[in-house]
């Protein structure tokens, strides 16, 4: 089935240590975000990106980097993972950035101890 | 600063009930969409609003954009079980951007 997949689903890393959060859609969408959620502070999103070779910073992106080396595939790295990023990752895509709804994965949750 | 506020934030309701979800803001979107989220699983979108004034209906939800684009509402008829789930409003704003803004979100519960 067509759609958004994150890899992996559950992973528990320890203080310092460094990890990448992997998305893949077979839509053939130009764009692709990375979202944090937590509890009582809702969606806010990590970075984004427009298009292929392309990246931005959204609301809260530091801590974390991220590559489109690859039309398909969005890249999150936590090059030195701190409790305070413990949270359920979710990558989504979208056709375009006007008016386009967002086809979300099913997030991978991340647990810093 | 949270751009769209939604209310109420937990609604417990029973089987057959009506229920309005509110989402607003003081920014003006150029549309406006919302998602229906299930525990273990990212968002699905519902409907997409883009003109002042519309409103969208899918079975027994109906959604509506405020005249001024500013503010959008769920209403949804004769609740089932199957509608629990956390419900999301989110917005591109007017002024720029690809990206969405989400609210917090409104959990329901509907108890048979």
Not at chain 2, 67 to 90: M, V
Request: proline content about 4%.
């Amino acid at each position: 089935n067509a759609g958004v997949t994150q890899t992996p689903k559950f992973r528990v890393l320890k203080t310092g240590q460094s990890m990448t959060l992997l998305c893949a859609q077979d839509m053939n969408h130009e764009y692709m975000y990375w979202y944090r959620q937590d509890p009582g502070m809702g969606l806010r999103l990590i970075h984004y990106s427009v298009g292929e070779g392309t990246t931005a910073k959204g609301e809260v992106p530091d801590g974390y980097n991220v590559s489109r080396l690859k039309k398909q595939n969005f890249l999150l790295g936590l090059e030195s993972a701190a409790p305070s990023q413990t949270s359920v990752y979710f990558c989504a895509s979208s056709y375009s950035g006007h008016g386009n709804g967002y086809t979300f994965g099913s997030g991978t949750r991340l647990t810093v101890v | 600063t949270q751009l769209l506020e939604q209310s109420p934030q937990f609604l417990s309701i029973q089987e057959g009930e009506n229920l309005t979800v509110y989402c607003n803001s003081s920014s003006v979107f150029s549309s406006l969409q919302w998602y229906r989220q299930e525990p273990g699983e990212g968002p699905v979108l519902l409907v997409t609003v883009v003109t002042g004034g519309e409103v969208k209906k899918l079975k027994r939800l109906t959604f509506q954009f405020g005249d001024a684009r500013k503010d959008s509402s769920l209403h949804i008829t004769a609740a089932q079980p199957g509608d629990t789930g956390l419900y999301l409003c989110a917005g591109r704003l007017s002024n720029s951007g690809y990206a969405l803004n989400f609210g917090k979100g409104t959990s329901l519960l509907v108890t048979p």
